[in-house]
């Protein structure tokens, strides 16, 4: 299994980001997908989860409204669209499946 995110950087507030997660080395299709972060000093948190096919998402209470989980099973990806970022969604962003993590993407929100 490997889950490798990518899209992550510096942004103002109130910009926007979208962060991507390509997975291989499992059929993509079966499994409920999640995105997490994790801030300095702060605990992990559950961001958002997306269903085998796309047809149920959750967020976090503190991103919704602003943030949209999606994926396309015919190219193994997930996706994250982060809009109106805030200074308080700075946070290592990463992709997990079950009991499998990737590496991590950045997201710093500063003026």
């Known amino acids: 299994v490997q889950l490798v995110e990518s899209g992550g950087g510096l942004v103002q507030p109130g910009g926007s980001l979208r962060l991507s997660c390509a997975a291989s080395?499992?059929?993509?299709?079966?499994?409920?997908m999640n995105w997490y972060r994790q801030a300095p000093g702060k605990e992990r948190e559950l961001v958002a989860t997306i269903s085998r096919y796309g047809g149920n998402t959750n967020y976090a209470d503190s991103v919704k409204g602003r943030f949209t989980i999606s994926r396309d099973n015919a190219k193994n990806t997930m996706y994250l669209q982060m809009n109106s970022l805030k200074p308080e969604d700075t946070a290592v962003y990463s992709c997990?499946?079950?009991?499998?993590w990737g590496q991590g993407t950045q997201v710093t929100v500063s003026s």
């Open positions: 997990n499946m079950f009991d499998s």
């Open positions: 080395g499992f059929t993509f299709s079966r499994y409920v």
